[in-house]
């Protein structure tokens, strides 16, 4: 079993930055690929990025491409999303997640564990 807890939302203004974080409890955690994704104002959750269990691996979304970064530190059970450049339409609810198969995907449903989420805003 994993839980994971996300941190790091706020608000902010357009062109700013946030870092989120995403603490993992459970042994098999540095075992699992991870993965982040947001949910909009009436907008079904959607991919942003992704790191393989072992960090070799790494997908975003086009959207976020150039802007934000995806990390892993499994010393501190901990993923990163690092986002700069932040625009309005990056509002949403940013929740992350863990594959237990370790291989990083854009698809919600291959993920096993989900955490509760942290809400970014971003003001124009």
């Known amino acids: 079993q994993v839980q994971l807890v996300e941190s790091g939302g706020g608000l902010v203004q357009a062109g700013g930055s946030l870092r989120l974080s995403c603490a993992a409890s459970?042994?098999?955690?540095?075992?699992?690929?991870m993965g982040w994704f947001r949910q909009g104002p009436g907008k079904e959750r959607e991919f942003v990025a992704a790191?393989?269990?072992?960090?070799?691996?790494?997908y975003y979304a086009d959207s976020v491409k150039g802007r934000f970064t995806i990390s892993r530190d499994s010393a501190k059970n901990t993923v990163y999303l690092q986002m700069n450049s932040l625009k309005p339409e990056d509002t949403a609810v940013y929740y992350c997640?863990?594959?237990?198969?370790?291989?990083?995907?854009?698809?919600?449903?291959?993920?096993?564990?989900w955490g509760q989420g942290t809400q970014v805003t971003v003001s124009s």
């Open positions: 459970g042994r098999a955690y540095s075992n699992y690929a």
């Open positions: 997640a863990a594959d237990r198969s370790g291989v990083n995907s854009r698809r919600p449903t291959e993920y096993d564990y």
């Open positions: 790191i393989s269990w072992r960090g070799g691996s790494i």
